[in-house]
């Protein structure tokens, strides 16, 4: 089950499909170096398995320590299309 409150980033819970790097490890460009962002079909998967793991109302919220999961932070899901998804820039 993904962890999306121990690491640095809520996506690092899960693998990137696109550059193979395991949960925890940051994205690579196909150079081998450090992306700058995490690829978008990581995004979207994290936001897959959040939703999957805590439901569609639920949000993740930066605190002092890290991370913190809100089962009701988004409200009706239907009010709040945009907020839909967590990871994904849009």
Do not use: Y
Not at 7 to 29: E, F, M, N, Q, S
Not at 38 to 47: G, I, M, N, V
């Amino acid at each position: 089950m993904a962890d999306f409150t121990a690491h640095r980033h809520p996506v690092l819970a899960v693998a990137c499909p696109d550059c193979g790097k395991r949960a925890g490890a940051w994205c690579i460009r196909p150079s081998g170096h450090k992306a700058a962002d995490f690829h978008a079909s990581r995004k979207a998967e994290a936001d897959r398995v959040f939703i999957d793991q805590h439901g569609a109302t639920a949000s993740i919220e930066r605190t002092a320590d890290g991370w913190r999961i809100d089962p009701h932070g988004l409200g009706d899901p239907t009010s709040q299309p945009e907020q839909l998804a967590l990871f994904e820039e849009g």
